[in-house]
């Protein structure tokens, strides 16, 4: 509340002839503090482990929808070794039963443009230790297309890359096109 408060008096000087700069100059600080202040509950959350595990999930979008099953059986299968993270990208996804200790909410999309996640369902599997993406794409292979999902997968990607990790110490498989809805705002990589 404090923050629209205070845009709305910058606003408010700039019809009195203040710099329209100052505008811009405020309201990106407040965005960089927030931004800040998101990371930082981010990483004490769930980079505070090894592995992290995270998954770009919006129950309003249909593609992600389909996972919801296949995500919590990985939870389930290696939420003991792996720290699991559920981002939602601002869009108010719904209670998840049994998740929701997983989900964060990233509504300035700061944690996604870190991941360069750009649609749900994305997955980042990273080493938090060595700040390495292991693998980055699809949890499997059953989303063809916006709106196509197979029924039964081929190709369990996700599930592969934890299980090389844990056994293997490496990913075989490095990233793969993930296919779902687009996250909104700018996606530009920044680094882990």
């Given at each position: 509340?404090v ?8 606003t408010d000087?700039?019809g009195?002839?203040s710099d ?7 309201t990106e ?16 959350r769930f980079e ?13 979008c249909?593609v992600a929808?389909n996972?919801?099953k ?6 389930e ?14 869009v ?10 997983l ?5 300035t ?17 990273a080493?938090c ?8 794409g ?19 990607y ?27 705002g ?7």
């Open positions: 509340m923050c629209v408060m205070v845009v709305a008096l910058l000087c700039v009195e002839g329209e700069g100052l505008v811009h100059a405020e600080s407040l965005k960089q503090n927030d931004s800040s202040l998101i990371i930082d509950e981010f990483r004490s505070s482990e090894k592995y992290l595990c995270l998954i770009a999930y919006s129950s309003e249909p929808k996972y919801i296949t995500i919590k059986d990985l939870y299968d290696y939420g003991n070794q792996v720290t699991f993270c559920l981002l939602d990208p601002g108010g996804t719904k209670s998840i039963s049994g998740m929701d200790s989900l964060f909410r990233d509504p999309h700061t944690v996604c443009k870190r991941y360069g996640l750009t649609v749900y369902p994305e997955v980042v599997l080493n230790l060595t700040r390495e993406i292991l693998y980055q699809k949890i499997d292979d059953r989303a063809v297309a916006l709106g196509v999902v197979k029924h039964q997968a081929q190709n369990n996700l599930k592969d890359a934890i299980t090389q990790l844990l056994i293997d110490g490496e990913v075989r498989v490095e990233n793969t096109q993930a296919v779902g809805c687009f996250i909104g700018n996606q530009a990589k920044m680094k882990f």
